[in-house]
């Protein structure tokens, strides 16, 4: 998330000053590696990166490729054999097979000062503009094209399903459009790397490039205890809002990075906006607040509810919004956190932060060194 949003910053810049630069992704592990796909540098002219792809090892490599791809404009697909010497003698990690694909930025091209829906005929350039205006969208670029094939190599394809750009070939348009349909249907997709075959048994490898935006959280109350949290999620490049009735609680010293929004039990349906992007937390150490809270909160597509305090004090909570059993709700979580003892604010944030992106990514949390496919049932 930050990662492309760095990347983009950076293309800006570039921009402004006119200097030619190029971009390198991973678009394939197979093993391990220190970077997922989806990771990227930035490197321009003069061999300045932004971002990391490895541990270390594979960035000058790669800024050296990327030059002849500035200057000819011809993408390259390069192929790094992470074997365990190299990996071990630069402490990076395990090892794997990472697959990078660099292609040329045309600055003359970019006009990010327009809306994804602007752009009709450069792909590239609607998915930068979906990272900076924080949009879900797929951009699926073609990585092998056969011979028989030509022409255009990628497509963007917006939250909305909009499609910029198009394939020569049909039959794979009609491939790539339906699977990042499927990506942006997806709780929390991925980037990936996926073979299609054609009717003529033609295999042809489309990298599909996801972004997503930040984890939209929203604290309901100020307290002391929501100050780390807060910190935490602006730290990890949350959008975070901070929600309280108290005007001496809700201040920038207390919490900077975050939006804050002064409202009462009867303002929050009409201040607060949940959506289905929305992670809620409800912290107002305050029973009556809390089960107003919870009321509308039920009532919205939250994605997730935490609610601190222990069991016997949710319960009260349920009781008085008549609900029997919390149980019915996969998505409220109570007590709030993972299970790693504890206990004071600071911590307590870790673990609250740690079990959203846990729930995000579909993760039962717990140690990896027992892991097998801790992936929960949904």
Known sequence: MNDNKSIVDQILENGNKMNKAAIATVVRVKGSAY???GAKMLIDESGNTTGLISGGCLEPDVAEAAKQVIENGKPVLRRYDMDEDLVWGLGLGCPGTVDIYIEKINFDELTLDRSIEDFSKNPLTAWLSCVKEEKMGVLATTLDLPRSHSGQKQIFVSENYQTVGKLDNNELHQFVCDFSKNLLQSTNPKSETKTFTLSNGEKVDVFFDVNIPPIEL???????DAIPLAEFSVRLGFNTTVVDPRSAYLTEARFPGAKRILADASSIPEKVKVSSKSYVVIMNHHLERD???LKHILHTDARYIGILGPRSRCQKIFKALQIDDIDQYDHIF???GLDIG??????IALSILAEIIAFRNKRAGGFLRKKKDRQLVS
């Open 342 to 347: 504890s206990e004071s604010p600071q911590e």
């Open 218 to 224: 929203i604290i309901f109350g100020a307290g002391h």
């Open 35 to 37: 970077k997922r796909e």
């Open 334 to 336: 109570n007590p709030v």
């Open 291 to 293: 089960i107003n809270v």
